[in-house]
């Protein structure tokens, strides 16, 4: 889609009636990440060489060679789905919702029509920083602007209420992301990581 003109997009607070299709919008983005960081964890070298070690293991116990070889690859899609539906942030967003707390803002094209979302939140990790979070694009409409205009939207409401620093933590695999970043003035100031490979990386940028 080509990019969106100003006027055709206005930054609103989210309605209450709209909150079904933000948590939809969040929950479609959360597995797309979710799928594409898993794919990238498999494919690490020393997650393949571990998964064959544990594969020719297995063969002296199981008389199938297939079983042996794709047992591995289940079990270790398994324990990464686990661990990225126990995060934190996750069980957070749920709450978010069943509590009816507010302070989540969306992007809106032609009046009615929800094409993202982002919130913000105080950060612990530095005093007078606050993070992004929620920041979601439905994926029609990717690539036309809008997740620029949430990002810039964001930074001017941290501004207002008094933070000096905006973080954001991105997941390796959401190069768009990485991408509006970089080129936004943000810079890598840590990141997470799973058998040596960072697979969260955190951005920070001072708000003058």
């Known amino acids: 889609m080509p990019t969106l003109e100003p006027e055709q997009l206005a930054i609103r607070e989210m309605r209450e009636d709209e909150a079904p299709i933000v948590l939809e919008l969040l929950k479609d983005g959360f ?13 690490r070298p020393l997650a393949l060489l571990l998964m064959a070690v544990v594969s020719s293991g297995l063969r002296f116990f199981l008389n199938s060679f297939v079983v042996a070889l794709v047992l591995p690859v289940v079990l270790t899609v398994v324990a990464l789905k686990l661990l990225l539906w126990r995060s934190p942030d996750l069980r957070h967003l749920y ?5 009816g707390q507010r302070g989540i803002w969306v992007a809106v094209y032609d009046e009615d029509d929800v094409c993202g979302c982002v919130a913000l939140e105080p950060w612990s990790g530095e005093p007078g920083a606050a993070e992004l979070k929620r920041l979601a694009v439905n994926r029609w409409y990717r690539r036309s602007g809008v997740g620029r205009r949430l990002l810039s939207f964001l930074e001017n409401q941290a501004r207002a209420q008094g933070f000096k620093f905006l973080v954001a933590q991105v997941s390796v695999v959401t190069k768009a992301a990485i991408g509006l970043f970089e080129n936004t003035g943000y810079k890598v100031s840590g990141g997470r990581q799973w058998l040596g490979y960072t697979i969260q990386q955190e951005f920070i940028k001072e708000l003058l």
């Open 31 to 43: 597995k797309d990440t979710e799928n594409r960081l898993i794919l990238y964890v498999l494919t």
């Open 95 to 99: 709450a978010y919702y069943n509590v």
